[in-house]
């Protein structure tokens, strides 16, 4: 009969194919019945990994799709935000041209403006 050798940790857990004894590793798995290190299992396990990467894949797509659309509406607000500013601006030009030309048909000089008040004073009490 031929010596086996185990290593003195629990092996569950670990990948399967890691292991530097796999003859020792299959034949210990058919003697204990063990279903996690079982090439179906690994299979099945292998599967469900292969199948969760997919949907999490899925998931990704989707959300990157959402993205882009809400990018999309961004950028339209973004048009729309920043025509609506540019016009505001330039009604705020137009505003301070008419103003500055308000601006330039009063009088200039404060004596300009005393005599203009004093006439208006006499008119006043003639009146």
């Not at 935000?81 to 000089?109: F, G, Q, Y």
Request: aromatic fraction near 4%; proline fraction near 2%.
């Amino acid at each position: 009969m031929r010596a086996t050798f185990r290593f003195p940790f629990n092996r569950e857990g670990m990948n399967a194919f890691t292991s530097t004894n796999d003859l020792h590793s299959k034949q210990h798995d058919r003697e204990r019945g063990d279903a996690y290190n079982s090439a179906p299992a690994f299979r099945r396990s292998a599967m469900s990994q292969i199948e969760e990467l997919a949907d999490r894949v899925e998931r990704l797509l989707l959300r990157h799709e959402e993205v882009q659309r809400t990018n999309a509406l961004l950028r339209e607000q973004l048009a729309t935000t920043t025509h609506d500013r540019d016009n505001l601006r330039s009604r705020l030009n137009a505003a301070r041209s008419r103003i500055d030309v308000l601006l330039d048909r009063l009088p200039r000089d404060a004596e300009a403006t005393a005599a203009d008040g004093a006439a208006d004073g006499e008119l006043r009490s003639v009146g």
